[in-house]
C-alpha cells in the first residue's frame, strides 16, 4: 500500500491524494554568515527553520477518474497543472497544505504549509502510470507531534 498525502490549494477547495512510495523530509537551520576581516564570521541566528520535503510515487493516466476516501487521486495532467504559474487554479504562487494521511489511527497527521519546488514526471514504456517526484519548501504547521 502506497503512502497518502493529501495537497490542498488555500485558494480554492481543491483537494488531491497523492499516491507516495517515498517521503524525505529534511528540517535545517541556516543562519546568516557575514564575513568580519580578520576575525571569524558573525553569525547571526534569526531562528527561522526551513523544512524540505521531497515525495516519489505514481500518477495514473488522464481520465481515470479514481478515489480515495472521496479525494480525487491526482493524475498526470493534475499534477502538471499543479507546477504550471499560468494554471488555474493556481497552485504555483499560492500556499498549499500538504497532510500525511499514511496512519489515518495516529489521531492527528503532520500537517506542512509548502509551495512547490519542483517536478518531475517520467513514464516507462511497458506501464500505464507516470513515476514522479515533487518538490516542497515550506514549514510544519502542526508542531509538537511525537
Given at each position: 500500500m502506497a503512502?497518502?498525502?493529501?495537497?490542498?490549494?488555500?485558494?480554492?477547495?481543491?483537494s488531491f491524494r497523492l499516491q507516495v512510495t517515498r517521503v524525505v523530509i529534511s528540517?535545517?537551520?541556516?543562519?546568516v554568515a557575514a564575513p568580519l576581516p580578520g576575525n571569524d564570521p558573525l553569525?547571526?541566528?534569526?531562528?527561522?527553520?526551513?523544512?524540505n520535503i521531497t515525495l516519489e510515487g505514481t500518477a495514473p493516466e488522464i481520465g481515470t477518474n479514481l478515489t480515495e476516501g472521496g479525494v480525487?487521486?491526482?493524475?498526470h495532467n493534475d499534477l502538471e497543472s499543479m507546477a504550471d504559474p499560468n494554471a488555474s487554479p493556481n497552485w504555483y504562487s499560492n500556499n498549499i497544505t500538504l497532510t500525511d494521511d499514511s496512519d489515518r489511527n495516529a489521531g492527528t497527521n503532520p500537517v506542512y504549509t509548502v509551495k512547490i519546488a519542483g517536478l518531475t514526471l517520467s513514464k516507462q514504456e511497458?506501464?500505464?502510470?507516470?513515476?514522479f517526484t515533487m518538490?516542497?519548501?515550506g514549514f510544519l504547521s502542526t508542531p509538537g507531534l511525537d
Open positions: 503512502l497518502a498525502f493529501t495537497i490542498t490549494n488555500s485558494s480554492g477547495p481543491t528540517h535545517t537551520r541556516a543562519p553569525l547571526i541566528d534569526l531562528g527561522q527553520w526551513k523544512c480525487s487521486i491526482a493524475e511497458a506501464h500505464n502510470f507516470w513515476s518538490n516542497f519548501v
